[in-house]
Structures are given as structure tokens and as C-alpha cells.
């Protein structure tokens, strides 16, 4: 899945934050529907605009997000 046909950042959409093309929908916004078990049919009855693939792309992009997410740990003397 090529998240980058799908998402996109502006600075005058939501300040900047990922959202779905075409919509105000943040990737935020649908990863967090899912987490609160949302299923997919649910989303796409909600919001009809959308697709599986959009929802897919947000997935997608979290999870490149992640990749190249670093972590390093404080030494707390």
C-alpha cells in the first residue's frame, strides 16, 4: 500500500497533521477510532467520503511513521 497517493500534510489542513486527500480527516483521528474497536464497516457507514484504502493508507502510514521512530533512553542520576 502507497499511503502517499492517499495521505497528505499541509500546513493549512488541521496545522499540518497527516490527513486522508480530500478530507479533514486525520490519520490520527481514524488510527484512534480503531483503537476505541471501531471496525472498518463502522468508519466507512459513518463517513462515506471514505474508502478501505483510505483507512488502509492511515495503517500504512503509521506504521512507517513507527519505523523510523527512535527512542533513546534518559539516565535519571
Known amino acids: 500500500m502507497d499511503w502517499q497517493e492517499r495521505i497528505t500534510i499541509d500546513a493549512n489542513i488541521l ?9 479533514r480527516l486525520s490519520v490520527e483521528f481514524i488510527i484512534n477510532l ?3 474497536r471501531w471496525t ?3 468508519i466507512l457507514q459513518n463517513y462515506p467520503g471514505l474508502t ?3 483507512i488502509q493508507a ?10 523510523t ?9
Not at 496545522?15 to 478530507?23: F, L
Not at 492511515?58 to 519505523?67: I, N, R, S, W
Open 58 to 67: 492511515c495503517l500504512a502510514y503509521a506504521g512507517a511513521a513507527l519505523q
Open 34 to 36: 480503531l483503537a476505541e
Open 15 to 23: 496545522v499540518g497533521k497527516p490527513v486522508i486527500k480530500g478530507t
Open 52 to 54: 478501505r484504502e483510505d
Open 40 to 42: 472498518e464497516e463502522d
Open 69 to 77: 521512530e527512535k527512542v533513546y533512553p534518559l539516565h535519571v542520576s
